[in-house]
């Protein structure tokens, strides 16, 4: 029963740590449940799935109990309450957290504490939130799965003998299994995304600038943290579109700190999951004319694709911008992007660890290098603005993949095709070059039970639109009340 009234009714500790974080800030505001009773809920949960999921790189339990103490305290003082008000969030590590370790997955940053929170980190807290822990990443954010040489790598709860992706490893796996509603995230080239469609998610790249970066990729005392400036984005991975919605009503808005940070006031973030899908033209591409694509992906995304047109009314061609496959061009973006002297200054103490980054490292980049890859991003921007201008959204396969094995970097093949690198999320990267919002929600399940998410991409500043077309998405094929049966065998699902 709660702490805080009687109303004739009870909730169950296993069914609030399965709430989404719309209905805990409800319930806490309204005095139905404690914020010590949420908390507690999600540490329980913890406790049970955490030893097979790996989802956190630490837990900060006693502080947290600590804050939900207050938040209650709060709750029946009748103090004004922040939107979040006593509702669990985790963080990913790549994001800085001035009361507890951002080690960013790496050898190099074991123990260390920020000077500063990040200003989403900042923002949540001031919002009432309750920072449980930090979440797994690959060392520095540069793989697409949980691995590193610091913490057991992260597993799908989907099934555990899978990868929950990546970078955003953490935060995917521990929403997915219920170990919090809400998890921030980072975006560098669809570390959001991947993870989402892994995991059965939804996950949001709103457009760049929407939520500061700093200190993380804006502070050069951090070699490594301070990468990726130009292509990175923050932002939530929840299980409902209306929970993304209410973090980013949050965590959005400029701050001096990050000069990239975008004005406020053009989107109202609570209110367009609510609003209705006008007519929309719509395109959709399965592979963009040029990528290995598995399959079942293909198949489910199609389907979910037509969605739009069947029960949502909107007209839906098929159709690709012209592009091509450009990895090594988003390599050369992201190693100009980051502090290569520091970088390099780690690995040669021996303290960086993925095979991935050393082999960048080690690579002799030439200032014409950069300038290339900065003139294909130029000619990319420019070929997917013109192709917006005939349609209001753009829906693709969110990763080319299923989950593939948690002790992999990569998928070892798509469909009957043996898998390069490059072949594993072609889908997202682009977006992060031109900045546009873009979405990842779930479209279905391959014959495996494994999720597979379809990518939503709006037009340039048009987060509200990707809102909305997901949230309409979502009412017609709606997809949170199913959970891993790893969360229905622990009876807390």
């Known amino acids: 029963m709660s702490r805080l009234a009687n ?41 049970a799935l955490e030893p097979l999921v790996h989802a956190f790189c630490h837990l900060d339990i006693a502080p947290a109990l600590d804050h939900a103490r207050a938040a209650e305290a709060a709750v029946l003082r009748g103090d004004a309450l922040g939107p979040l008000h006593g509702v669990p969030i985790s963080v990913k590590d790549l994001i800085c957290t001035a009361d507890m370790p951002t080690v960013s997955g790496s050898r190099a940053y074991v123990g260390f504490i920020p000077e500063e929170d990040d200003v989403c980190v900042e923002r949540v807290r001031a919002a009432g939130a309750i920072v449980i822990g930090k979440t797994n990443t690959p060392e520095f954010g540069y793989a697409g799965a949980g ?23 953490g935060s995917a796996a521990a929403v997915a299994a219920g170990m919090g509603s809400l998890s921030i995230g980072s975006d560098g080239g669809g570390s959001i995304r991947g993870p989402a469609s892994y995991c059965g998610l939804f996950g949001l790249k709103p457009s760049y600038g929407r939520v500061p970066a700093y200190p993380g990729c804006r502070d050069p005392r951090y070699p490594g943290v301070s990468s990726w400036e130009s292509v990175e984005h923050l932002g939530p991975l929840t299980r409902t579109v209306e929970d993304a919605s209410l973090l980013m009503s949050v965590i959005a808005g400029p701050d001096a700190r990050d000069w990239h940070s975008l004005p406020a006031g053009d989107v109202d973030w609570l209110a367009a999951p609510r609003a209705p899908l006008p007519p929309l033209r719509i395109a959709f591409t399965p592979d963009f004319g040029f990528s290995a694509v598995d ?26 911008p012209v592009l091509e496959d450009m990895f090594d061009v988003f390599l050369a973006i992201i190693m100009r992007d980051s502090d290569l002297r520091g970088l390099r200054d780690l690995a040669g103490q021996g303290l960086i660890h993925l095979p991935g980054l050393l082999m960048m490292l080690e690579r002799d980049w030439t200032g014409q290098d950069f300038t290339d890859a900065a003139m294909a991003r130029q000619r990319v921007c420019n070929e997917l603005r013109r192709f917006m201008q005939g349609y209001d959204l753009l829906l693709t396969p969110t990763v080319s993949s299923p989950p593939f094995s948690v002790e992999d970097f990569n998928p070892d093949a798509i469909g009957a095709i043996p898998a390069q690198q490059a072949n594993a999320s072609p ?32 037009r340039h500043l048009a987060d509200g639109l990707v809102l909305t077309a997901a949230a309409a998405f979502e009412r017609a094929r709606p997809w949170a009340q199913v959970w891993p049966s790893l969360c229905n065998a622990y009876h807390i699902g």
């Open 147 to 169: 691995k590193n040489a610091v913490f057991a790598s992260t597993a799908n709860p989907w099934n555990t003998a899978m990868t929950s992706g990546g970078s955003s490893a």
């Open 427 to 458: 889908f997202t990267y682009p977006f992060n070059w031109t900045g546009q919002p873009a979405a990842s929600v779930p479209a279905g399940f391959t014959g495996s039970g494994l999720p597979v998410g379809l990518q939503i991409v709006g």
């Open 7 to 47: 109303t004739g009714s009870t909730v169950g500790v296993g069914d609030l740590a399965a709430l989404t974080a719309t209905q805990q800030a409800q319930l806490i505001r309204s005095g139905q449940v404690s914020p010590v009773e949420v908390v507690d809920a999600v540490f329980a949960r913890i406790a």
């Open 295 to 320: 399959p079942e992906v293909r198949a489910i995304t199609q389907a979910a694709a037509q969605v739009f047109a069947t029960d949502l009314g909107c007209e839906v061609v098929d159709d690709t």
